[in-house]
């Protein structure tokens, strides 16, 4: 009986062993999964949503009059099917990327885009701006997406354009005395022009009629 006591006792305590690393087991492999889980999840949500988005805003901008103002929009290059437009006080200009497609513009407005660091970027440039350029505004709208990025050009004068336009008025007074000034010079020196301001005839010619009469 002391045997079979024995036999009874080394089972249960192998049994109970077993459990133990079972348990053990199934500790070590659960975070593992869940984790797993997560991580495939997570990735799975957030691929089809990245396309459709902007990576580059375009932001606003306050320049002095004269000065050049450089816009930009930019999408992901998994979506890079994109307008980027224009609007200004001469009319709606059209930039679509990839393509690079753009419509005539004005000289002073130039429109690229470019494909780089993962990403679909459309840039519009005005070289010099204007005060009819105060208020003009970008807009840029990617392909299948309802939402879309806006931002506005301010132009402000700082004092630049009364400067210029004093010295172009006191340039043109200045280069007017200088003309006539010439004119009169010339006028001196020249005795074909003095014959054809008094009539062709010198003074000696009047008195040697007057002596013959």
């Not at 099917?81 to 059209?94: K, M, V």
């Amino acid at each position: 009986m002391e045997t079979m006591g024995k036999g009874e006792r080394r089972k249960k305590t192998q049994g109970f062993l077993l459990c133990l690393h079972l348990l053990t087991l199934l500790q070590i492999a659960a975070p593992s999964s869940a984790q797993n889980i997560t991580t495939t999840t997570t990735t799975s949500a957030a691929d089809p949503a990245e396309p459709l988005s902007y990576r580059t805003y375009p932001a606003d901008l306050t320049v002095a009059v004269g000065e050049p103002a450089v816009f930009r929009c930019g999408v992901p290059q998994a979506s890079p099917n994109f307008t980027f437009t224009f609007h200004g006080a001469h009319g709606n200009y059209i930039l679509t990327c990839p393509s690079g497609h753009v419509e005539d513009v004005p000289q002073a407005l130039y429109g690229s885009c470019d494909m780089k660091n993962g990403e679909s970027l459309a840039v519009w440039s005005l070289k010099g701006t204007s005060f009819p350029d105060n208020g003009s505004r970008v807009s840029c709208q990617q392909a299948k997406n309802p939402n879309s990025a806006a931002a506005v050009l301010y132009v402000y004068d700082n004092g630049i354009s009364h400067a210029i336009l004093i010295g172009c008025l006191i340039g043109g007074v200045i280069g007017v005395l200088l003309v006539f000034g010439l004119l009169y010079t010339m006028l001196q020196r020249s005795e074909t022009l003095q014959k054809c301001f008094r009539g062709g005839k010198t003074p000696e010619d009047l008195t040697t009629i007057v002596t013959k009469e």
